[in-house]
């Protein structure tokens, strides 16, 4: 272990920071949200009474999960000095509509999670399993997801270049 990596997994000091995104209704099951400088909108589909005006809840955090899983991905490739050409994610989450529903004593987060990672590099695949380790480690989001309970079924796929 590097004297860098040994730093990383046994500092005793907490180095933390907080995250602020602020919403506001705009009607019809629709949220307009503001995070740093940036905003989007969160709605639902006109199936479930909504505008359709952006992604659902469910789907940005499937997304929020691909885009931190792919910033894991390149941070840790490079601090491992894997070359990484290319990153894809895919999450599909799975939920029991009778917990938001309530009719129901199911919860209503996601009962099963199903995440594919592509990746296109030169490295043969069996040198990328500390790769893989740190990630799923590393990742606030997958970590989150599967400290919540959820059963997270997690596939690697290398393309050669």
């Known amino acids: 272990m590097t004297a860098t990596a040994e730093a990383r997994t046994t500092d005793p000091t ?9 919403g506001r209704s705009t009607g019809r099951l629709s949220t307009a949200v503001e995070a740093r400088h ?17 992604a659902n809840p469910i789907e940005y955090v499937l997304g929020a999960l691909n885009g931190c899983v792919t910033v894991v991905v390149e941070t840790v490739a490079a601090e491992l000095g894997i070359a990484v050409e290319g990153v894809a994610t895919d999450a599909t989450g799975t939920l029991d509509i009778r917990g938001f ?27 990328l399993d500390e790769l893989k380790a740190q990630v799923l480690r590393r990742c ?21 270049p």
């Open 101 to 127: 529903a309530g009719t129901a004593d199911v919860s209503p987060h996601f009962q099963t999670l199903t995440l594919t990672v592509t990746l296109t590099t030169p490295v043969p695949e069996a040198e």
């Open 14 to 22: 907490p180095r933390l920071a907080s995250f602020t995104a602020t």
């Open 38 to 54: 940036f905003g989007f909108v969160v709605a639902e589909p006109p199936s479930l009474g909504g505008t359709d005006e952006g």
């Open 140 to 160: 606030p989001l997958f970590n989150l997801v599967r400290d919540a309970g959820v059963p997270i079924e997690e596939t690697w796929v290398v393309h050669r």
